[in-house]
């Protein structure tokens, strides 16, 4: 049974930085693709960027130049390095593999609240 647990929101003013965190604690974590998602209130949840094993990135549009994720394999952690953040992107900040469904198991997410 896969656990995710993301910390590392808060809140930040507009143009600042933020780092979310998540540990993924199943077997096959180490060599599969972990993607970053996040869902604003009343919206669908989206994408936002995600890295293989081998440390390939893939950004969605809206973040690419500003956002930096990566991981720790022996850790069986995630990252997500956001800098210029805008306040339309408020939301809860969920890790899980690429491709993840809504039917499959999510963490609590971790809220990054962005000021203007």
């Known amino acids: 049974q896969v656990q995710l647990v993301e910390f590392g929101g808060g809140l930040v003013q507009a143009g600042g930085s933020l780092r979310v965190s998540c540990v993924v604690s199943r077997s096959s974590s180490r060599t599969t693709a972990i993607a970053w998602y996040r869902q604003a209130s009343g919206k669908q949840r989206e994408v936002v960027a995600d890295?293989?094993?081998?440390?390939?990135?893939t950004y969605a549009d809206y973040v690419k130049g500003r956002f930096t994720i990566s991981r720790d394999k022996a850790k069986n952690k995630v990252y997500l390095q956001m800098n210029s953040l805008k306040p339309e992107e408020t939301a809860v900040y969920y890790c899980n593999f690429r491709g993840a469904r809504n039917y499959d198991t999510w963490g609590q997410g971790t809220q990054v609240t962005v000021s203007s």
């Open positions: 890295i293989t094993s081998g440390g390939f990135t």
